[in-house]
């Protein structure tokens, strides 16, 4: 018992003293500060790991699962456009040209699932000057920020502003000047859809006018566009002068007689064939040089080519509602007095289309032309409460 006792508390050698416990504190905080500092020069210096991140994610197959886009942020500066990422997503300003503008919003095809973010709908407004039915469509798109978008072409020299508070408000592209029943019509839509196209959230897209109007609120149109599986462009073929009569057969054999169709201007469409549209250069081509009054390419060129490559995924009826009843270049045109509940109600309910595979009487969710005059009593018959 004694002697483990003893040799319980038998003291260190005299060579470990509180020295050595000192020598060996300060070897070691000296040794780890070496290992940081050349630990930190390492990470600093070399940018090898994302280099190799960002090669291997271009070689990702397009059916593995989207990668979002970095959120934008002040000071990032994109050399393409000419202007900071932030102002990319929230202006609609930029100096690309026409060609650049295109270029660019082609060159998205490989990212359209790119955004996990929540769909929109570019609504887009091709008109000469001011919109005089904006305080209707500023009631159909209050509460719905996150869902839209809003785009404008309007003459180049039309300078009139919109007060900071309104939703078109900053809204306007850099436009060209356009001429009814010219290619500079088509021109005006592409450019409006291009420029829809940067904004990787947008996955439907609406041409409208300025004497256009919402039928229902926006929530039953949002909800009919996002869960449709086709677009809505209005193709079928004219045997007569206004139709077929129109076709110049210097456009064989890239466009035979057999392939050209008629319809109407006002479409809507998803993604995938707004981007057909603006990556054309063969079609194009050959409407601008060979379309000529009283050739419409307006009504022709998105019709024929549509139907040519992607007839499947078109519904082949437009979703703009136009009274041609009566004779004439241009549709009828409602004022104040023609307003009422019964001519609303045809409107929305009185057709049979179908949507989805199925049959349903609500085949329009726009109608036009109504004059500034209807705005009053638009507004009191049409509520866009959700």
Request: positive net charge.
């Amino acid at each position: 018992m004694g002697g483990i006792e003893k040799h319980a508390v038998q003291p260190f050698s005299k060579p470990f003293t509180i020295h050595n416990l000192v020598y060996y504190a300060i070897s070691f905080v000296f040794g780890l500060s070496i290992g940081i500092l050349i630990s930190l020069q390492l990470k600093s210096s070399s940018p090898r790991p994302l280099v190799v991140f960002q090669a291997a994610s271009n070689l990702v197959s397009s059916t593995s699962p989207p990668v979002p886009p970095p959120s934008p942020r002040n000071g990032t500066f994109n050399s393409s456009t000419g202007i900071s990422l932030k102002e990319e997503y929230q202006s609609v300003m930029h100096n690309m040209s026409d060609q650049e503008l295109l270029l660019r919003a082609s060159s998205r095809v490989p990212r359209l699932q790119e955004s996990r973010g929540h769909p929109k709908i570019a609504f887009m407004f091709l008109t000469g000057g001011p919109l005089p039915l904006a305080p209707l469509w500023e009631n159909f798109f209050e509460g719905h920020q996150c869902s839209y978008t809003i785009y404008v072409h309007s003459h180049p020299r039309y300078n009139q502003t919109v007060p900071q508070t309104s939703v078109f408000y900053g809204r306007r592209i850099p436009s060209q000047p356009v001429y009814w029943g010219t290619a500079t019509m088509i021109d005006a839509e592409r450019r409006l859809l291009a420029n829809a196209l940067l904004d990787p959230f947008n996955q439907r897209f609406v041409l409208l006018s300025d004497s256009c109007v919402p039928l229902f609120n926006f929530t039953t149109i949002y909800d009919y566009l996002i869960t449709s599986t086709l677009s809505f462009i209005s193709v079928y073929d004219d045997p007569g002068k206004d139709g077929r009569g129109r076709y110049n057969p210097q456009m064989s054999p890239v466009i035979n007689v057999t392939d050209w169709l008629k319809g109407s201007q006002w479409f809507e469409m998803h993604r995938d064939m707004a981007l057909h549209i603006v990556s054309d250069q063969t079609y194009y081509s050959v409407f601008k040089q060979y379309c000529r009054p009283p050739c419409y390419n307006d009504e022709h060129y998105i019709a024929t080519m549509v139907n040519m490559l992607y007839g499947k995924l078109n519904s082949n009826r437009s979703i703009t509602w136009v009274d041609w009843s009566r004779e004439g270049a241009h549709p009828r045109k409602y004022g104040y007095a023609d307003i009422n509940h019964e001519l609303l109600s045809q409107i929305r309910y009185g057709s049979e289309c179908i949507y989805n595979g199925n049959t349903t009487s609500m085949c329009f969710l726009f109608a036009r032309k109504f004059s500034p005059s209807t705005l009053k009593p638009l507004m009191r018959l049409l509520h866009f409460q959700y």
